[in-house]
């Protein structure tokens, strides 16, 4: 879902992927917490607690309290757009698609596979890097 590039202060970069069960869990600790949210206005703070969470959850490296890894960690996030429909921009292609003139369920389906074709391109686009607190 996303995957965040660690910079520990004294150490070498590594990766962690926040996957479902992350995700969940961190959808969990604050109802204001969604992964459409972070995908449409990310916000630093959520890349640190998102983050903070999956190596935590999967044990990846020594722990630390979470303000200490603010403190000692840079964190970039990327992306996969591609989990991230936008029902509302999937109900519009099927709109403007059934009102064609030659509207048919292929021309439908090819207008769905379209749009998450696009998606998959936007996917391999990087998370804006946001400054510092």
Do not use: C
């Amino acid at each position: 879902m996303i995957t965040f590039i660690i910079k520990p202060d004294d150490g070498e970069p590594f990766r962690v992927k926040a996957d479902s069960r992350d995700v969940r869990l961190w959808e969990r600790i604050n109802p204001r917490n969604t992964l459409r949210r972070i995908a449409e206005q990310p916000n630093v703070d959520d890349y640190y607690s998102l983050s903070h969470l999956a190596i935590k959850r999967q044990r990846l490296r020594e722990i630390v309290p979470y303000d200490d890894y603010v403190e000692t960690h840079a964190v970039e996030a990327l992306m996969d757009t591609s989990e991230v429909l936008d029902y509302d921009e999937l109900l519009t292609v099927i709109d403007k698609t059934m009102a064609t003139p030659d509207a048919s369920p292929t021309r439908v389906a090819d207008a769905v596979v379209e749009l998450l074709d696009s998606l998959r391109l936007r996917s391999l686009e990087p998370v804006p890097t946001l400054p510092g607190r």
